[in-house]
């Protein structure tokens, strides 16, 4: 059983695992070991069915491609483009058409009004009629002078800069989240390749225990020991399964894959290349170019255009207005035919308004613009310590990985080849205490090593999203990804 559950956690994870040695039958195993054998084996054939293997730069790529965070910031920017460009559209000049349905298809004439006279003469009673009609008219309103205009444009448009340091804040995060979640991935399944070659060398060594104890070389309790370490282990292991499938998980939804699927890593956990600026040229950068910051400043400028616009309404409008109206006029005395002259009436005139007092509202109004714009000041410069904050400690987790990665990957080496000398010593020695010692140490070894090189890698992507540098090939794909939203 626990052969063919290596090899299929082979298929899935290992590409080179290491094997019992040949000919060695596997010890039979207590029901307790058996469940938790069958269940691994179940883990592993789901994730064999259903993964999808990615390298890290494929699922970067894919998880901008597809995922829809993008989708929604860049339409949040094509709505405040479309508000700009309403705003200044407000410059042109407006023309309407008046009149009934009926008179815009068959340019019949439509009543606005009828006057009716009765007198009375010596000659007898004479009656007279008035009837005036007017047809559709064409009404011309500009106004060409209005000093709300301009602020209410400068308004418009930082707040569409505003929404464009959304998007590219979105991008950074789904960057960021898309790296760590794959060195998430990456770090699951070394571990799960570690303890998994822990687990083979503590069957093959559980079977030398029981040869020796047959031999009376060994005590009984030896392999109790022993077993009880198969099953701690084989609860790592499954444990390992569960993270295994948390962070694919995780990475799934980042680069939008099909439900059910599992997307993996196709390429083992390595260290990225070093961070290649210092702490202060980091620092001076990220003030430099953070989205965060110049997003703030943005809505403080927008703030700052509307205190003007409102102010402005205290100011003259002038405009142009031209009205163009066919009438008609119809007479009628004592009952005879009636006479209908029509005529076009045109009107050109300058349209003038003035708010000279509105008991101090827009005043108001505009003062408490001021005070907001002040407000969104005040949050770009937190924003600034913020950013620095950042900055400060990605670089230190930097720094401290460096060390550290350096120290674990010689201790994990030298935990391994320790107990492998202790695996090949133990059928002279028996000495069980020294090789569960050494499992034990190869154990934290090997949780440090990986943890260090995550921690690495981490703080690696960190620099690039705290001082806003791009992942090498990110800003081609955020272009390329620009480019079909607008399509």
């Given amino acids: ?248 998980n995780s990475l799934t939804a980042l680069v939008a894959g099909q439900p059910g699927q599992y997307v993996l890593a196709s390429e083992p956990l390595a260290l990225q290349s070093p961070w290649p600026l210092g702490l202060d040229a980091t620092l001076a950068q990220a003030l430099d170019l953070r989205e965060e910051i110049q997003q703030k400043l943005a809505l403080a400028s927008r703030e700052r255009w509307a205190a003007t616009r409102a102010i402005n309404g205290y100011l003259p409008v002038f405009g142009l207005v031209g009205i163009s109206s066919l009438s008609s006029n119809q007479e009628s005395i004592n009952q005879q035919p009636s006479v209908t002259r029509d005529s076009w009436a045109n009107t050109v005139g300058l349209n003038f308004r003035w708010t000279v007092f509105d008991g101090g509202i827009l005043a108001a109004e505009a003062t408490a613009l001021k005070a907001q714009a002040a407000e969104q000041a005040s949050d770009a410069d937190n924003q600034k310590l913020l950013v620095s904050k950042e900055v400060m400690n990605a670089f230190a987790s930097f720094v401290t990985a460096r060390v550290a990665v350096e120290n674990t990957g010689s201790d994990f080496a030298l935990a391994r080849r320790s107990l492998e000398e202790n695996a090949k010593e133990f059928p002279s020695r028996g000495d069980v205490t020294t090789l569960i010692q050494g499992f034990n140490l190869y154990i934290s070894a090997a949780d440090k090593d990986v943890g260090a090189i995550s921690q690495f890698n981490n703080a690696v992507f960190g620099l690039y999203r705290s001082s806003a540098l791009w992942p090498p090939g990110v800003p081609e794909q955020i272009s390329a990804r620009r480019q079909q939203l607008r399509r």
């Avoid at 508000?83 to 298809?105: E, H, K, M, Y």
């Avoid at 929404?163 to 789904?174: G, Q, T, V």
């Fill in 1 to 248: 059983m626990l052969h063919g559950f290596t090899l299929v956690i082979a298929a899935v994870i290992c590409p080179a695992p290491l094997l019992p040695a040949a000919g060695a039958e596997p010890p039979p195993h207590s029901p307790r070991v058996e469940r938790l054998i069958n269940q691994a084996e179940r883990l592993s054939t789901v994730l064999s069915q259903r993964q999808v293997r990615l390298g890290q730069a494929e699922a970067l790529a894919q998880g901008l491609a597809r995922n829809p965070d993008l989708a929604g910031a860049y339409q949040a920017i094509e709505g405040r483009a479309w508000t700009l460009i309403a705003t200044r559209r407000s410059w042109f000049p407006s023309l309407q058409v008046v009149g009934s349905t009926n008179a815009l298809r068959s340019n019949e004439p439509v009543l606005i009004g009828q006057t009716l006279a009765w007198r009375d003469s010596a000659s007898g009673s004479q009656q007279q009629t008035l009837s005036t009609t007017s047809g559709p008219g064409v009404v011309l309103n500009w106004s060409f002078f209005d000093t709300r205009r301009p602020a209410a444009i400068n308004q418009a448009l930082e707040n569409l800069k505003a929404e464009r340091f959304l998007f590219d804040i979105a991008a950074r995060n789904l960057a960021l989240n898309l790296q760590v979640a794959y060195t998430g991935v990456q770090a699951q399944t070394e571990l799960l390749q570690r303890y998994d070659w822990l687990l083979q060398l503590t069957r093959r060594q559980l079977h030398t225990a029981q040869a020796l104890v047959r031999q009376g070389r060994l005590r009984r309790s030896a392999i109790d020991q022993l077993a009880t370490e198969e099953r701690l282990q084989l609860t790592r292991l499954l444990d390992r399964y569960q993270q295994l499938f948390l962070a694919s």
